[in-house]
């Protein structure tokens, strides 16, 4: 039997498939329809699954109508396929994946109706993919409901499904909030104790059950970000068993709460759920940091599979996908965007330096690959300066912006790096906490841990900063329970350094060694005497810099020809909070990690040690220039929003908001320059 050929289909209209009904044992027939977004659609389910291998496909049988009733319409009713004649059109191809869940999901006396990706949307025409792709949120919005298939049913998997069921159905949690938590009351409610107990009890087997579950392709996928969280309402079904979208994330919420009783790898895994439930996927950066870890086929869905997620004032809302362009120029074009609509380059942050032959810029991260790098938490290198850049197509001329090969920024050279050490990789850190931390030791051991430290106190105290990226519960307001004091860990540095190989690790060290924030690091010691950490690429020589409109320092690496390469994203003790631009913090003043602000999530800042007191405007900047204030309004409250009255300068107000003029004024290249901060032109390349 022939191909089935598709009949083209315009950007406002969508196919549904008719899944006929059919005995277990009957070849699997669809019709195919066309829908016109602009009018009411029928009710259809849509199906969120994991493509599978495309090795051994199975085939689908596509029929047309030839009866006088119009097709979807008629079967919707129809008990029996003989009211109806029909013409074979010919075959679809799909996996055995694909083709195992059609035969669970159909019903044997009525037809269904569905949109599945593979099938209603015609792979092979890359025009008509990213005219579709440019829909999928009104496509998944619309649907009824989602079906997610996991698979058939293997390794207990009803069992999972069982006990997920029983902690999920006793409680409801408030995904919402930030963080998230149980609705009032629930707490000293019987069915709470009803949870603990039951995860208490359970047992070697059901947690390698629950590994196993959790461990299936359709959670590592990315495109599940969207077709979930725009569901009306979800189904997750493995086999003949099944759980709800809803009572799933209060189980993965209990579990979560109790992951000290997990084995280390289901935590893991359940961890991934948890960020996939709690992320409010507002902006660009964090979400690709949350879905760092998620698959796509194509590398161009990194960006794709996120536009319907983030805030309409983002860089990749309205992009036209565009399957026949090259990765790395959709890349490049989601930078030059990010620049432009956001003011900032806080996006350069994403660069990882692979050492590998690219097309690319270095200053254009490449969204195909893994991040290794876990981001930095809440970096202050040069909060809130306002960005001078410019995109050259070559140093000659400004041409042909749209691939623009130099990013010229303005910033300034800090210290050049004298020595790397190589730290670990993944998973040595996740899964042997002892022997990461003795790592750290021998490392300690060889800086003289007692002399003191280039930005003040002792090397010893710097490296427990560095290694922690100075992430502490005694900076987080409120302080938080769940992580170490810097004096902890401080002393339990002080007992590795006199200890044996064989001497247990505190749990108060863990952090730095099973945290994540070091996998995939080099150690750096610079010649002006700083330690911190970045990229494996990193090699001595590279310089760190700090580049206006940047939040992070970056390690550069200088080219034969008077440019700089990205190597990637830096952490260097004693220049984290503005101390290179604006000197160092003074009493009674220090870093605020982490505050808390109910209803409005977390932001970096300072406390004051002497009034108790944590806020975001920095001293050492002084007043605010004639005629600027801050915006008192309701959209991010955590981050001051400065405006000029007179001028019309800055973020602007009421209806007139200038997101890319996101800035303070004290922090223009113009105001730093007159502080006596040497700043200079750097081209990327």
Known sequence: MADYEYTPVNDKAIRLLNLLPGQPNHALRIQLKTFSLSHPLPKYEALSYAWGSSKKPDKVVVIACT???????????????????????????????????????????????????????????????GAQVAIMGAIYTNASQILVWL????????????????????????????????????????????????????????????????????????????????????????????????????????????????PLAVAYRIGDMYNMFSTQARFLLSTLDKTNSATCTDPRDRIYSLMNLVEKVECIVGLK?????????????????????????????????????????????????????????????????????????????????????????TGMHVTTV???????????????????????????????????YVAGGSMIEAFCRAVHGDNFADNHFPEVTNMPTFSMSNDTLVDLLVSAATKPVRSYFSDAT???????????????????????????????????????????????????????ECYLQGVMHGEAILGPLLAPWTSAKVIFVPGQGFQSGLFNGKTRETGIEDPRLGPLPPGWRILEDDWMKSLPKYVNDETGEGFGTGEHYHINEFYDPRMTAQALIARGVTLRKIDLV
């Open 67 to 129: 009866h006088h009733v119009e097709g979807l319409k008629h079967l919707r009713r129809s008990r029996s396929l003989n009211e109806t004649t029909f013409t074979i059109r010919g075959n679809l191809v799909v996996t055995q994946n694909l083709a195992t869940a059609l035969c669970h999901l159909r019903w044997t006396d009525e037809s269904r109706n569905l949109w599945i990706d593979a099938i209603c949307i015609n792979q092979q025409d890359v025009v008509e993919r």
């Open 321 to 409: 996908p565009d399957y026949s362009a090259k990765p790395h120029e959709i890349f490049q074009q989601v930078v030059m965007r990010y620049r432009e609509r956001h003011g900032h380059l806080n996006i350069l942050s994403l660069c990882e330096m692979s050492g590998t032959d690219i097309e690319r810029p270095t200053w254009v991260p490449d969204l195909s690959k893994r991040r290794m790098c876990q981001p930095l938490n809440f970096p202050r290198s040069c909060w809130m300066s306002k960005t001078e850049c410019s995109f050259l197509g070559d140093l000659e001329q400004n041409q042909n912006l749209a691939n623009a090969k130099v990013l010229r920024v």
């Open 514 to 568: 099973s945290g994540g924030l070091l996998d995939n690091r080099a150690f750096l010691i610079t010649r002006k005497g700083y330690i911190g950490f970045a990229p494996q690429a990193a090699r001595p020589g590279d310089e760190v810099c700090i580049i206006l409109g940047c939040q992070s320092p970056l390690l550069l690496r200088p080219t034969h020809n008077g440019n700089y390469e990205v190597v990637g």
């Open 418 to 452: 004298e020595t790397v050490k190589q730290l670990w990789s993944r998973p040595e850190s996740i899964y042997d906490v002892s022997k990461s931390a003795y790592v750290l030791r021998d490392l300690l051991r060889s800086l003289e841990p007692y002399r003191p």
């Open 151 to 262: 698979g058939p049913e293997s390794e207990d998997s009803a069992l999972a499904v069982e006990t997920l069921s029983l902690i999920g159905s006793q409680v409801e949690v408030d995904w919402g909030q930030t963080p998230p938590e149980l609705k009032p009351g629930q707490d000293g409610h019987p069915s709470f104790a009803l949870v603990n107990h039951a995860i208490r009890s359970l047992d070697d087997r059901t947690w390698r059950v629950l590994d196993a579950f959790f461990s299936r392709p359709w959670f590592t996928r990315l495109w599940i970000w969207q077709e979930v969280r725009l569901a009306n309402f979800a189904w997750v079904i493995c086999g003949t068993a099944a759980i709800s979208w809803t009572v799933l994330g209060n189980a993965v919420y209990i579990l979560f709460d109790q992951q000290l009783r997990n």
